[in-house]
């Protein structure tokens, strides 16, 4: 086990001997979110995500109760699939809808290779930090790259 200890403190930089403090969620979450309401319209949900050059966000409801995340790919369905069945139009798709409810989420206490597996294993962008039953913040890939980065 202290084999382990010495390499990850040598992969992030701490000092052998000393045990390793890895960056946690806290540490690199985003906590200013652009969220979305699961009654808004998709084509407004695209206006948010292309004004503000973001590929996705959290769906909440009252106040800051995650109920799941919406993505560029689940509004790019909506859009095309609409199209494809005939329907010109996706002014009647709704958030709650198209977007994913059962979203993989993470604790504020979580580690930085803890999120990277995650990133790695489940092929999603961003994972939303959830305490107490609120979203408290949103960690995407280039955040933990950032992390190891700055530790490494």
Do not use: W
Not at 20 to 42: G, K, Y
Not at 86 to 93: E, F, K, L, P
């Amino acid at each position: 086990m202290d084999d382990i200890n010495e390499s990850i403190a040598r992969a992030i930089g701490s000092k052998p001997g000393k045990p390793p403090r890895l960056p946690i969620a806290r540490d690199c979450m985003t906590t200013r979110l652009i969220t979305f309401r699961q009654d808004q319209p998709i084509r407004e949900v695209v206006q948010v995500l292309l004004a503000k050059s973001i590929s996705g966000g959290p769906v909440v409801e009252n106040g800051r109760h995650l109920i799941g995340m919406i993505s560029e790919l689940d509004c790019m369905r909506a859009l095309a699939g609409a199209a494809y069945e005939g329907h010109y139009t996706a002014r009647d798709r709704l958030v709650r809808d198209e977007m994913t409810a059962d979203s993989i989420t993470i604790n504020p206490d979580d580690n930085v290779y803890t999120m990277a597996h995650l990133f790695e294993t489940r092929y999603v962008r961003r994972l939303p930090v959830v305490e107490d039953g609120q979203l408290i913040g949103q960690v995407s890939r280039r955040d933990v790259l950032r992390a190891l980065l700055v530790d490494g």
